[in-house]
């Protein structure tokens, strides 16, 4: 029986933290990259409490400090700013203008020493989110092949650029550009990964980038800030250790920006594009909020839709921006589904991160149980209950899992992206009333379907693809593999990320163009046989 009393004896005594998994000693965080130096901070700082809690002999709980980080204000946020500001230097930069073939050199060496931290690195991740050990070497693997793909796609783009075209008479080559100054901020649930996937492309393709951390998720890039100093020229990348209230809105209203890179929540980027003097300067990449839903049909076969609706709903505890948020489960199958989900779910293992086998694990502070607990009370009170047993108990940071039935219009679990381990459960009688939640939705990132009907799949999917950026069939929302385009409509998304799509989301063409005579031919050679320019040039990468 699961109560909040079983959850608590699931934290450890201090002593009882395995030796190859404690931290040797909290990460005291002083360093701040700026202009290829790393300053020493020695103002105020801020502790970082693990989601992970531990216990007194007393049986007393509390969050185990784990380190603590700068806070820095509006001098230092311009100072990094405007570090980036110079390192582009109007686009004549060493970096902006650097040939493709050293920028990857420069990323390959920083990747070298990146892998020599992981380590250090995954860690951290541990400590600072509670994502179990192994996911978040599955994180920062990700993000190494993430890179080296990325890499990859970087020499075909530029080697199909590395020619000359001749159209109606002219000539040109057209090449990618970068954009400028890069704000790039990542979420907490896939800190390193997601900040990554902007921050990458971002570089590679000439820009140069400040960069934020996530509040919970800081410490974990200390050990990259030497490889990101070292690797690159500098001013290149700038850190800020800052509240982003407080310096965000001041760096766009600035000017300086011209691309926002967040994954974050929709609000908050609605706010800080409107802080921009110059609106259509600023480009905006974003990954927002979603609420993906699951649509059982009657004919699903339960087994594979409750593993993949268990994946989809509680993977890091349903802290996936594609985790699913809503199950709509036809009426005449929905207690079968409910009752196979339900045994399903209490077979998975709750406990620290570091343990094997591990799923439901700690969450980043007491304000998010303590959500959870008042959106269950909200759909209490609006009719529904909590159909697995010690669904919706915790302990501190330790929520167990709540599967909330049958969910209805007006309570906050319809709409609201819940981002934690409660699984909403809405029964419907016709296909429409599914298809209608999805059309009604404020988001449209990715949608599942379960059945095995053709032509209801068919039907189904026909409409979906123009609400939604995915639809999976008999399978779980996810944003891998990473080749594949990660994109979202309405408050989901801004742009297009993806190995490939990063790398011109983070770019425009740019061309140079001749009229085709003897003349231009021959300049247009000559610039190229010595070497005259990094642009007008057809070096092929291998
Ligand atoms: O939080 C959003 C992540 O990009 C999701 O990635 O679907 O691979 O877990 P994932």
Known sequence: MITSETLAKLFPLERDIPAEHRLA???????????????????????????????????????????????????????????????????RGEWPTMPVADRIDCMQDFVKQMMAQRRAVTQLIMWEIGKSLSDSEKEFDRTVDYIKQTLSALKDLDNNSSRFTVVEGTIGQIRR????????????????????????????????????????????????????????????????????????????????????????????ADHLKKQHPKSH?????????????????????????????????????????????????????????????????????????WEKGVTITPLPGLHRTAYMTDAIEDARAKGARVVNEG???????????????????????????????????????????????????????????????????????????????????????QRGPDVFPFAGRKDSAEGTLSVTDALRSFSIRSMVAAKQTEASENLLDAIVVEHKSKFINTRFIF
């Open 25 to 91: 000693a909290p990460i005291q965080q002083r360093t701040w990259l700026v202009n290829g130096q790393l300053g020493t901070w020695n103002g105020t700082c801020k502790t970082v409490l693990s989601p992970v809690c531990v216990r007194s002999s007393g049986n007393e709980l509390k969050q185990l400090e784990i380190g603590s980080y700068p806070v820095m204000g509006e001098t230092q946020s311009d100072e990094a700013l405007d570090a980036a500001v110079a390192a582009y230097d109007n686009g």
């Open 177 to 268: 550009t970068p954009l400028g100054v890069v704000l790039c901020m990542g979420p907490y649930n896939y800190p390193l990964n997601e900040t990554f996937a902007t921050l990458i492309p971002a570089l590679l393709m000439g820009n140069t980038v400040v960069f934020k951390p996530p509040q919970y998720g800081t410490l974990l890039f200390t050990p990259l800030l030497e490889a990101f100093r070292s690797a690159f020229p500098e001013g290149v990348i700038n850190t800020v250790y800052a509240p982003g209230a407080v310096v965000v809105p001041r760096m766009l209203a600035s000017g300086k920006v011209n691309v926002l890179a967040l994954i974050g929540s929709s609000k908050v």
């Open 281 to 353: 300067r600023l480009r905006a990449i974003l990954g927002l909020d979603a609420k993906n839903a699951a649509i059982v049909l009657p004919d699903a076969d339960i087994e594979l839709t409750v593993k993949e609706c268990l994946l989809g709903t509680l993977s890091f505890n349903g802290q996936r921006c594609t985790a699913l948020k809503m199950l709509i489960v036809h009426e005449t199958i929905a207690d079968l589904f409910l009752r196979r989900f339900t045994e399903e779910l209490a077979n998975l293992k709750v406990g620290m991160p």
């Open 391 to 477: 669904g919706g108990a915790f302990a501190m940071t330790l929520f167990y899992p709540a599967v909330v039935y049958p969910v209805r219009e007006g309570m906050k679990l319809y709409r609201e992206e819940q981002f934690g381990p409660i699984i909403p459960v809405m029964p419907f009688t016709n296909v429409e009333d599914a298809l209608e939640y999805v059309v009604t939705s404020d988001h449209g990132q990715q949608v599942s379907v379960f059945g095995s009907d053709p032509a209801q799949i068919g039907a189904l999917v026909d409409p979906l693809v123009n609400q939604v950026c995915r639809v999976n069939i008999n399978c779980q929302c």
